[in-house]
């Protein structure tokens, strides 16, 4: 939220969006003994639990969740995933 000339708040909405045909994400997992790191996000007025990742390059979102916080349609990406393998997602 950015605080307006009146002192209000105003929402901020971003999307990064990859204008590269080419480029090329990993995804990975990593498992540790440790609790995971996790933080409630807010979506208007639903809340979601988040598991954070700060190395990651790209995160991944269930359809069934992300129809839980917004009835925006998904729109096709030319972004391509790959696991630590090489594998194809």
Do not use: H
């Not at 045909?21 to 807010?42: L, R």
């Amino acid at each position: 939220m950015c605080r307006g000339p009146e002192g209000q708040k105003k929402q901020v909405n971003t999307l990064d969006d990859c204008d590269s045909d080419t480029e090329v994400m990993f995804i990975g997992a990593i498992s540790a003994e440790n609790k995971d790191w996790v933080e409630t996000v807010s979506f208007g007025n639903v809340q979601a639990l988040f598991k954070l990742d700060t190395g990651a390059q790209c995160n991944v979102l269930p359809k069934a969740a992300y129809d839980k916080i917004t009835t925006i349609p998904l729109q096709s990406s030319s972004a391509k995933l790959e696991s630590y393998t090489k594998t194809r997602i």
